[in-house]
């Protein structure tokens, strides 16, 4: 054995000194420990020996600290009371594991979630992104982008989501842009753009142009750096508007078709309830909470 953390039989064996120390006896910290009285006695003598010193004066009945048994013990006996805190904190944590977006994750969540944390110092969320609308297998809460339609199938849909076309300040646009020589900015297909055209009654070959990106980000981030105009997600856009990053070129803000909704898998998980309406609470603080349709899934 060598005195040293990086020698597992040096640490295995402070188990036996910290149990013998405090009961001054090897007979009851073999019984503590479940080995034979032997066992304890080999370990500490091979510790002694790492050590350099005697840790322990033996008598018949009772085994007494020495001097640098005593401060060595003091020590040990410190690190010990220390594992076992993080070891019962570790142990009594609940974790949730949560499939959600990245889009509004990042926007949105991600700047709340230690909230929760805090509030439930035994809990730990962890965080699955993952797109489109079928959420990651083998989680408790999914927040999920799907269809209005489709909200009959979740607890409740979070936001009243709205579009505005949007854009670097330095393009100049006009209202009506369409008329002048700029391109959208499509998130997945061509339908957002062409809903938006309709309800503002702007050209419908607008939306036909463009470029089609996977990550609304990516459109977010195109759109500040003049790549061209792009549909806004009020209120997840609301932060590059205010800093100056992006404007509103037109304020007609047309409901989306599309929405954030939350579905637990588990309805009888205390803890995924206790963040499901969380983020409920957190939701109605937020401009765009949609009050109106909170259903419960069956």
């Not at 405090?22 to 034979?36: C, G, I, K």
């Amino acid at each position: 054995m060598r005195a040293s953390i990086k020698d597992p039989s040096f640490l295995g064996a402070l188990s036996f000194f910290d149990a013998a120390a405090r009961t001054s006896s090897f007979q009851d910290a073999a019984n503590e420990l479940n080995v034979s009285p032997s066992a304890v006695s080999h370990r500490i003598a091979a510790l002694e020996q790492a050590l350099g010193h005697k840790l322990f004066r033996r008598g018949t009945r009772q085994v007494l600290l020495t001097r640098e048994g005593s401060e060595f013990a003091s020590t040990v006996r410190s690190v010990m009371r220390e594992v076992h805190v993080a070891s019962e904190r570790l142990s009594t944590t609940q974790v949730l594991r949560v499939s959600v977006g990245p889009y509004i994750s990042s926007n949105w969540l991600m700047s709340r979630i230690g909230q929760f944390e805090q509030s439930n110092p035994l809990s730990r969320i962890d965080l699955i992104h993952t797109t489109g609308t079928t959420p990651a297998r083998d989680t408790d809460v999914a927040i999920v982008w799907d269809k209005m339609s489709n909200r009959h199938s979740y607890f409740a849909s979070l936001f009243d989501i709205k579009t505005v076309p949007v854009a670097s300040p330095a393009l100049g646009c006009k209202k009506k842009f369409w008329e002048q020589n700029w391109v959208p900015i499509h998130y997945r297909d061509r339908n957002a753009w062409r809903l938006w055209l309709s309800k503002a009654k702007g050209d419908p070959e607008f939306a036909e142009q463009g470029e089609v990106l996977d990550d609304p980000n990516l459109v977010v981030e195109a759109a500040v750096h003049g790549r061209g105009i792009a549909l806004g997600f009020l209120p997840f856009v609301s932060e590059p508007i205010e800093n100056g990053r992006l404007k509103i070129i037109n304020n007609r803000p047309v409901p989306a078709e599309w929405t954030y909704a939350i579905k637990l898998a588990d309805e009888t998980y205390d803890l995924a309830n206790s963040f499901l309406q969380w983020v409920i609470d957190q939701a109605e603080s937020t401009a765009g909470f949609n009050s109106c349709n909170r259903t419960q899934a069956h």
